[in-house]
């Protein structure tokens, strides 16, 4: 029997906000099926014109969208032509946090298939069906239309993730390196536990000194790190503080980057710290060992209650605790809120904008967010975030003073966005084609 290949392409869309996912899965298949080109098409490049002049090269043309939910507004029109004008050889496929918690939606924005939760391993497998000519409806962790109806194809194990480059070191695409996926802490706003899972997976410390080496080599000088809570590594549970696994990881890439003049930024964007895991101890070890002056610390509310209703796991005395103690070693901090959460009354608002005058007075600033009601979450349905006057006042107040900074204005349109495609049925949050995830709000 002679097998011949298809010849096989993908062509990634690629704005500025997905470029850290798409480097994943573009370094995922460089090394798992290389006999595939993969092609990246950028913010205001004609990407309905590129498909169409790539379709006549290949057998089969994959067209991959990683979708945040706040990006449908823009990428809507540029689906809806590619549906319309694509030849029948050309694929479209959407994963990410959007396309995870709304898959039926997804499906119906003219979607071939809908990748759910982590995509690396579902990729390669999927690819490799084009490739030799299978059916790739049936790999594992899709959504799709079989005869006129709706398949799910189940859900996948979590990946190793040392398995899997953390970086295109073969196409010099960068980003900082993922070292733990998968969160304990079911906060009801967030889409990460329910994308990757409530137990956390390192990448080892060996993987990912193997990776910063490389960028070194590279010129790279800057080594940060992607992870829910950055003092969590090497926790088996994601909730206690495992200081010496900690320690190790960032000694030893003290050592690496000191040989190279780089620089580590652990703890900081794109990563927070978790309040209950800042104390003296973990304070005196990132002091020892980072580049970083600012950390991240997660507040979300200035009410307990509230922090109850979220999941959080934490008090509003925790967060003052840690930013008392991160100030003394002399860190930078800045702690997150997010504004307009659903079940807030006057009183919770009252005790929030006190915790934020006293975080102020101590010596932090406030990163201001607006509540989106994400797909795929507990508060997936709930009314979009808008931000109360006296919150208002006191952002403003403080904007002017430095100690205030965010996007919460812009946030606060696209909760409203958000909400408009969900009653249009652009976003399908209850989707009928069965239970991919599963959630309570007690």
């Not at 409806?137 to 239309?145: D, Q, S």
């Not at 990946?159 to 900082?176: A, C, G, K, M, Q």
């Not at 304990?184 to 080496?213: D, F, M, N, V, W």
């Not at 975080?359 to 975030?385: D, M, S, W």
């Amino acid at each position: 029997m002679v097998f011949s290949m298809r010849k096989t392409a993908i062509v990634y869309y690629y704005p500025k906000a997905n470029r850290y996912s798409v480097n994943v899965l573009l370094a995922a298949i460089d090394k798992y099926v290389p006999c595939v080109d993969q092609y990246l098409v950028r913010d205001g490049e004609p990407l309905v014109a590129i498909v169409n002049e790539l379709s006549r090269v290949y057998d089969n043309l994959v067209v991959a969208f990683s979708i945040l939910t706040v990006q449908l507004p823009q990428i809507l029109n540029t689906i809806r032509l590619l549906r319309m004008y694509k030849p029948d050889n050309v694929v479209l496929i959407a994963g990410g946090p959007h396309a995870t918690g709304d898959p039926y939606g997804t499906l119906n924005l003219g979607f071939d298939y809908v990748f759910i939760g982590e995509a690396e391993e579902s990729l390669i497998e999927f690819i490799w069906k084009l490739v030799e000519g299978d059916d790739p409806a049936r790999v594992k962790g899709l959504v799709t239309r079989v005869n006129g109806g709706i398949v799910f194809t189940g859900r996948r194990k979590p990946i190793n993730l040392d398995e899997y480059p953390p970086v295109s070191l073969e196409r010099n695409l960068y980003n900082p390196i993922e070292i733990t996926r998968g969160c304990p802490y079911t906060c009801a706003y967030c889409q990460t536990p329910y994308i990757h899972g409530l137990k956390p997976r390192h990448r080892s410390i060996e993987c990912i000194l193997y990776y910063t080496r490389e960028m070194l080599k590279r010129g790279l000088k800057d080594i940060r790190f992607i992870t829910p809570n950055s003092l969590c590594y090497g926790s088996s549970n994601g909730k206690t503080l495992e200081l010496q696994e900690v320690e190790e990881l960032l000694y030893r890439l003290r050592i690496l980057c000191d040989s190279y003049g780089g620089r580590i930024f652990f703890g900081s964007f794109p990563s927070e710290v978790r309040p209950e895991f800042v104390t003296d101890e973990s304070i005196r070890v990132l002091r020892k060992y980072v580049n970083n002056n600012r950390i991240i610390i997660g507040a979300q509310s200035g009410s307990d209650r509230i922090l109850k209703l979220l999941h959080r796991g934490h008090t509003v005395d925790d967060v003052v605790n840690a930013v008392t103690v991160a100030l003394k070693y002399g860190f930078i901090v800045d702690v997150d809120f997010i504004f307009g959460l659903p079940y807030e009354t006057e009183e919770d608002i009252e005790l929030t904008v006190n915790t934020i005058r006293k975080l102020i007075k101590l010596g932090a600033r406030v990163h201001a967010h607006t509540f989106l009601p994400l797909p795929g979450t507990p508060l997936a349905l709930a009314k979009p975030g808008t931000i109360h006057p006296k919150v208002r006042k006191i952002l403003y107040k403080y904007l002017g003073r430095g100690v205030v900074y965010g996007e919460w204005v812009r946030q606060e349109r696209l909760a409203q966005i958000i909400c408009e495609l969900r009653a249009k049925g652009v976003i399908r949050v209850k989707p009928s084609i069965g239970r991919y995830y599963e959630f309570r709000l007690s």
